[in-house]
């Protein structure tokens, strides 16, 4: 027989088929088949989660934060327009931000909430435009004009309050007076209300502009700190000492990966966790195939001993074997791989289906810090799920194949 011809093909689909005195076999082997084939979707859709989850924290945290932090060491910032318009000279770096950041509370219409108040200057909240552009209600260019305020959605939803209302913010260091320092007491009208679609933020952000922030905090004509954007993050090691260089004073730089060192390495861990847990599966449904050849090699022992008596050599009865469990290896990969990438690539319409139907909260953004479930297929890992499948369910038929080779024919028919 020609290698892999089509003799061969045949034998094997027939070998594939079921017939009722081998249901037993058949019904392993579809198991089999839904197992890889779960096995893989299942492996798709977490690891495309889990890419989207830190992607979207990675875009939504450096993106409010910056990827590089300039404390000032040996007194008050007070240069800090100068500082920042060197610094946005060097090549690599997108912008700086000067802010002013203080906690207070909030008190609205219908509750308080505890809140992080930054000061921007009017330029710099427009050059923000990962806020900017996230404007619920409001017009940015309203931004710095007045004594207005923006806030997040979630902290507005809390407080009972929209565009327009008033809020009063209540800073415990105030005005210094005879008798002590007193409580400041401030109200500021809502001029804009984002989203940034990360709960952390959109439940304790305001932005106000700079000139109210240094009087509100006690920091007048000078800033808390400098936030360098860079245009590659992972070009922070390069950049740093042309960051200090320019700044040209004493300055303490924290960059984003000291920043949030703990929150991604949990997440990189997580994430290959996940992977090797997960890859148990598909090895678990391997493994029905091995069972299933083994069982399927011991009910056609009569028809290897006639195809071996008519010429057929053992590298053919191999290849018929070979064929039979990576059939099923290939179609569940298959399966899977059309199964898993249409979920992930519409996991959030049916989170919100599925929500919608139980009528429960299936992500809920407080646990889980962004308001919708994301998803990044990676090519290269989706690549390396197909492979590890297929050079599974090969693996696996290879030892029921050598066996159902090395099947004397003479022991065979005598057995008959």
Do not use: C
């Not at 304790?204 to 009087?215: C, D, N």
């Amino acid at each position: 027989m020609t290698p892999f011809g089509a003799l061969e093909w045949q034998i094997a689909w027939r070998y594939l088929r079921s017939r009722r005195r081998e249901t037993f076999v058949s019904v392993i082997s579809t198991l089999s088949l839904i197992g890889i084939a779960l096995g893989v979707a299942t492996l798709i859709i977490v690891m495309a989660v889990m890419n989207g989850f830190r992607a979207e924290l990675f875009n939504k945290i450096l993106g409010v934060s910056g990827h590089v932090l300039l404390q000032p060491i040996d007194g008050p910032l007070t240069d800090f327009r100068a500082v920042s318009d060197r610094i946005e000279k060097v090549r690599g770096v997108a912008m700086a931000v000067p802010f002013v950041e203080g906690q207070a509370l909030v008190s609205g219409k219908v509750g308080s909430s505890g809140a992080l108040v930054r000061g921007l200057a009017q330029q710099d909240f427009d050059k923000l435009t990962f806020v900017s552009d996230r404007l619920l209600l409001g017009n940015p260019d309203t931004f710095g004009t007045s004594k207005g305020i923006m806030i997040g959605s979630r902290l507005a939803a809390s407080l009972g309050v929209s565009l327009g209302d008033s809020i009063q913010l209540i800073n415990p260091d105030g005005a210094v007076t005879p008798f002590g320092v007193t409580p400041r007491i401030e109200s500021y009208p809502i001029q804009g209300i984002f989203e940034i679609g990360m709960s952390e933020y959109d439940s304790s952000f305001i932005y106000m502009p700079l000139e109210e922030a240094q009087y509100y905090f006690n920091q007048e004509d000078r800033v808390s700190a400098i936030e360098v954007f860079i245009d590659d993050p992972d070009n922070v090691d390069r950049l740093r000492p042309l960051i200090e260089t320019a700044a040209a004073r004493p300055l303490f730089l924290i960059d984003w990966r000291q920043r949030n060192r703990t929150f991604f390495s949990a997440l990189v861990v997580e994430r290959n966790v996940m992977f090797i847990i997960l890859t148990l599966i598909i090895l678990v449904a391997t493994l029905n195939v091995i069972s299933g050849m083994i069982m399927l090699v011991k009910e056609k022992t009569r028809d290897i001993a006639i195809l071996r008596t008519i010429g057929a050599g053992r590298a053919s009865i191999m290849r018929v074997f070979l064929i039979v469990g990576l059939s099923i290896g290939v179609v569940g990969t298959l399966i899977g791989f059309v199964l898993g990438t249409t979920i992930a690539l519409n996991i959030e319409a049916l989170r919100q289906a599925v929500s919608s139907l139980l009528r429960t909260e299936l992500f809920s953004p407080e646990l889980y810090f962004l308001s919708k479930m994301p998803a990044d297929m990676d090519s290269t890992q989706t690549t390396a799920v197909v492979a590890m499948a297929l050079i599974l369910s090969l693996l696996a038929t290879i030892y029921p194949a050598w066996k159902a080779a090395k099947t004397d024919p003479v022991d065979a028919l005598k057995a008959e």
